[in-house]
């Protein structure tokens, strides 16, 4: 693929904001994504369903509302593709932050197959507090 059709691969993914029928499309079955330790849930996920249902799935539920932003997307030509951006959460406890991120993609075959992620997973971790009085 060249790199402008993987940077469309991976706009999509941010698209889709969690549309399961665009990611099937988009994702290996053995897709691996890589999550910084310490951000919610963070390790190694190996396979598409794994990814969506240990690691997605219940990092959304732990936030009122979870949305990845990239504000800049630079791709190689060798099917990589670097997002930057930052994370919008709103926790349950009302307050909203915005964490930053950097999403390493590798794309092969017209399909991503593996995600690292390195993130500021402090200012998250403040989402998930309890209110204070």
Known sequence: MAAS??????ERFYQAR?????IDQM????VVWDITPGFPLGGV?????T???????????????LDARPEQLFADGDGHV???GYYAVTGHNGQAVEG????????????VNH???TADSRVLEDAMQEPRP
């Open 115 to 117: 995600l690292h992620q």
């Open 82 to 84: 670097v997002a930057v």
């Open 100 to 111: 930053r991120f950097v999403h390493v993609w590798t794309v092969a075959n017209g399909q």
């Open 5 to 10: 059709e993987d940077l469309v691969l991976v």
């Open 18 to 22: 969690g549309d399961r029928y665009v």
């Open 45 to 49: 996920y190996r396979g598409l369903e």
């Open 27 to 30: 994702m290996s079955q053995d």
């Open 51 to 65: 990814v969506l249902g240990n690691f997605l799935a219940p990092v959304g539920a732990q936030f009122s509302s």
